[in-house]
């Protein structure tokens, strides 16, 4: 499938885009806004570390850099953000951009619990801004590929669904100790928990069992740090999906999806960078990528293309482009994710399983 990305309408203006937080995933973010997306300036940006933030400003040719995300979201001349703090800032930043009249794009988690998410999406709806949340697996070309294929009914009635995530590693985490408790839900496997609702459109999750440990890094168990997951998830339709999740895949970077039913199966993703492979006296073998931002480089631009599409739309009063499957992650999307990941810290801490319904804060 080729990418969403079209150029703007002749003589449309561009949309002038902010970015909160300009750490390792916000830079990649900036530098597809400044250089990648058509029809989009890189307008500034905003970092309590102003010295990184000027570093990528001036790379970037964006002239205004500010330590305040108060300072950017009062610039009249800003259309949307691109928040791209860490997760504890998300749902008080999406709040903040809303009530400013600013379109929000929001990397996951949404929150880090549902009232303060409840609070943010709230804010949305009453300033009648666009808001997406960043599940970028959606836009790579494999997934709409199978999206498309589960809605004109090849795999007739889902069954079975599955989704992983392996991050890349060599067998110990670098930093694993300041990583926050939970980030194996709230941050990994919310993308797989987002990809399965997805692939299983029209059912919800009824209930989750997880099972997680420490197991690339033991010595990390007692503080809580958990690298390796298994869910089970039962969805409202009888579907029954799992999603697992690991921190360290010797051989690179491991997203995948299928999707088995009353007629069929359908799979999305694979551990390699191409299709080619070497058939040689040594065996077989394919290289693979290392980076999230190698594995899904189209899908990160195109969600920020399909991001620009709609705020320029709504600004000048046209109608939404559509992509021809449902594709942009919205609010209830963030929302019915976390739920899932919070539900998840609840069985693991009972040994249990637990309801998708409403969870406190971590």
């Given amino acids: 499938m080729a990418y969403i990305i079209q150029d703007p309408p002749q003589g449309a203006a561009p949309v002038r885009i902010g970015l909160i937080g300009s750490g390792w995933m916000g830079a990649f973010h900036a530098e597809s806004i400044a250089r990648r997306v058509p029809g989009t300036i890189l307008a ?19 002239s205004k850099v500010t330590a305040s995300a108060d300072d950017l979201l009062a610039d009249p001349d800003i259309d949307a ?14 709040a903040q951009a809303a009530a400013a009249g600013k379109h929000v794009f929001c990397e996951k988690p949404g929150g880090q619990g549902l009232e303060e998410l409840d609070a943010a999406l709230t804010a949305v ?8 949340i960043g599940f970028n697996r959606r836009y790579a070309d494999d997934f709409r590929a199978a999206k498309k294929d589960l809605a004109d009914g090849v795999a007739g009635t889902p ?17 694993a100790a300041r990583v926050p408790a939970w980030t194996i839900f709230l941050e990994t496997l919310i993308h797989d928990f987002d990809t399965l609702n997805w692939l299983n459109e029209g059912a919800e999750p009824v209930e989750v069992y997880a099972v997680a440990d420490a197991l690339v890094e033991p010595s ?20 029954i999906a799992v999603a697992e999740a690991n921190f360290s895949a010797l051989y690179g970077y491991d997203i995948r999806g299928e999707v088995f039913g009353s007629k069929g199966m359908v799979q999305a993703g694979r551990s390699t960078e191409t299709a080619a492979r070497r058939y040689t006296a040594d065996g077989l073998s394919a290289d693979t990528p290392r980076l999230n931002i190698e594995l899904f480089r189209q899908a990160y631009t195109d969600e920020l293309a399909d991001f ?18 449902t594709l ?18 609840e069985s693991v801490k009972s040994g249990a399983p637990v309801p998708v319904a409403e969870k406190a804060a971590v």
Avoid: W
Wanted: charge should be neutral; aromatic fraction near 4%; glycine fraction near 10%.
């Fill in 125 to 132: 709806e009453e300033a009648g801004v666009h808001f997406q």
């Fill in 159 to 175: 069954q079975l669904l599955r989704s992983l995530t392996r991050d890349p590693g060599n067998g110990s985490i670098p930093n």
């Fill in 81 to 94: 953000v691109v928040i791209a703090s860490p997760a504890r800032f998300h749902a008080p930043l999406i």
């Fill in 44 to 62: 500034a940006i905003a970092d309590p570390n102003v010295e990184s933030a000027r570093a990528l400003a001036g790379e970037l040719g964006t």
């Fill in 220 to 239: 990390l168990r007692d503080q809580g740090f958990l690298d390796t997951a298994v869910v089970t998830i039962r969805y409202s339709n009888g579907a």
């Fill in 328 to 345: 942009t992650p919205g609010a209830a999307d963030a929302r019915r994710a976390l739920a899932m990941a919070l539900a998840c810290i």
């Fill in 308 to 325: 620009a599409a709609a705020v320029r739309a709504k600004r000048d009063g046209g109608p939404v482009p559509s992509s021809g499957v």
